[in-house]
């Protein structure tokens, strides 16, 4: 198989470097038929690598990258990145943080800092710094009003990322935390050509259990397997409802009438040990197809592990804190942490 292929071209390609690139029957078809025949697909491939270079010019001093991906909106990729991120800087780790999402910038306000703006020398693009050993990248600094929508088509996202990787002056990292959009699209493409040289250390991958979530996710998986990235992890977020009793109220279905106080004064009265420490827990996506850990036998990568839906830790997103923080009383913080443990472990610290 030729190495300079286009990533949709069909299995025969000849590669945009030979002389019959584009007339070959087995160019039949194809999208870059017209770009091969012209010479456009090869002057394009050099673009990439020289870029691919400056890009790992840039990065020589990030030691590992670490991409974030789902195959599927609304699973929490975006809360995940940004909780890694604080968990590996709380470790003492120097952590970037990059948001390629671009039509949908979440990470300036998970990480708490919504308002900063990037600033531009000659040396680069200075990123945010949210904590003194976590630096924030993200189109989200950059919009002159926050709910401004992004109405980009892809060559113009992708020279954005090029930008956010060869650009932005990241300095000395243990980690580069990539958050990408859901799919496998435009900036998952350019992401990895960009990353060429510099090499990518792997992919978290999250899902949640429900099986119209993992059919997409299996779809990520077969890219990272075509693309060369390796699953260093599989992680079912909001794998059941978990909520602290003090955090309830109750209801009586019959009558309507809310019976928060006198279940509680049942609670202290008859098991007052109990009181500040319960926690109610039920499925709300059912794994109808075994959930994550089934997906992960089937393709033979790690699993990471369930992290419950905690409406502690979307409180510490919209809030832009780390659920590590002992003042928000995260109780699924624990969950999280032995996600950033194998997330380490699996990078190969």
């Known amino acids: 198989m030729a190495d300079d292929r286009p990533e949709?071209?069909?299995?025969?390609?000849?590669?945009?470097?030979?002389?019959?690139?584009?007339?070959?029957?087995?160019?039949?078809?194809?999208?870059?038929?017209?770009?091969?025949?012209?010479?456009?697909?090869?002057k394009a491939r050099e673009g990439t690598d020289a870029d691919a270079t400056r890009v790992a010019e840039r990065l020589r001093g990030v030691r590992r990258k670490i991409l974030v991906l789902s195959?599927?909106?609304?699973?929490?990729?975006?809360?995940?990145?940004?909780?890694?991120?604080?968990?590996?800087?709380?470790?003492?780790?120097?952590?970037?943080?990059l948001d390629v999402d671009i039509c949908g910038p979440s990470v300036p306000t998970m990480c708490g800092d919504a308002e900063a703006e990037v600033h531009k020398s000659n040396s680069g693009w200075s990123p945010v710094y949210v904590e003194e050993n976590l630096a924030v990248m993200s189109i989200g600094f950059m919009l002159p009003n926050?709910?401004?929508?992004?109405?980009?088509?892809?060559?113009?996202?992708?020279?954005?990322?090029?930008?956010?990787?060869?650009?932005?002056?990241?300095?000395?990292?243990?980690?580069?935390?990539?958050?990408?959009?859901?799919?496998?699209?435009?900036?998952?493409?350019?992401?990895?050509?960009?990353?060429?040289?510099?090499?990518?250390?792997?992919?978290?991958?999250?899902?949640?259990?429900?099986?119209v979530a993992v059919a997409d996710v299996r779809k990520e998986l077969n890219f990272c397997k075509k693309t060369g990235i390796k699953v260093l992890g599989v992680v079912e977020n909001m794998s059941g409802l978990r909520v602290p009793m003090r955090e309830m109220s109750f209801v009586n279905e019959d009558t309507g009438a809310d019976e928060t106080s006198r279940v509680r004064e049942l609670l202290a009265t008859h098991a007052p040990e109990l009181a500040d420490s319960l926690s109610a827990r039920t499925d709300v996506f059912a794994p109808s197809k075994g959930g994550a850990e089934a997906m992960c036998a089937q393709f033979n990568v790690p699993f990471l592990g369930k992290v419950p839906l905690d409406p502690a830790i979307s409180k510490a997103a919209e809030h832009g804190k780390s659920v590590f923080d002992p003042e928000l009383r995260v109780a699924s913080a624990g969950a999280v942490a032995a996600i950033v443990a194998g997330v380490i472990a699996a990078a190969g610290e």
Not at 71 to 97: D, I, N, P, W
């Open 8 to 42: 949709n071209a069909p299995e025969a390609c000849p590669g945009t470097a030979s002389a019959r690139a584009g007339r070959e029957a087995s160019c039949a078809g194809c999208p870059n038929r017209a770009a091969c025949a012209s010479g456009e697909a090869a």
């Open 71 to 97: 195959g599927k909106g609304g699973v929490g990729k975006s809360t995940f990145a940004a909780q890694l991120a604080f968990g590996l800087a709380g470790r003492g780790k120097e952590v970037g943080l």
């Open 146 to 211: 926050r709910d401004d929508a992004v109405i980009w088509r892809g060559p113009r996202k992708n020279g954005l990322i090029k930008q956010f990787l060869a650009d932005t002056e990241w300095g000395e990292l243990d980690y580069l935390i990539v958050d990408a959009p859901p799919g496998t699209s435009d900036e998952h493409l350019s992401v990895v050509q960009y990353l060429k040289e510099a090499g990518v250390d792997g992919a978290l991958v999250v899902t949640t259990p429900q099986e």
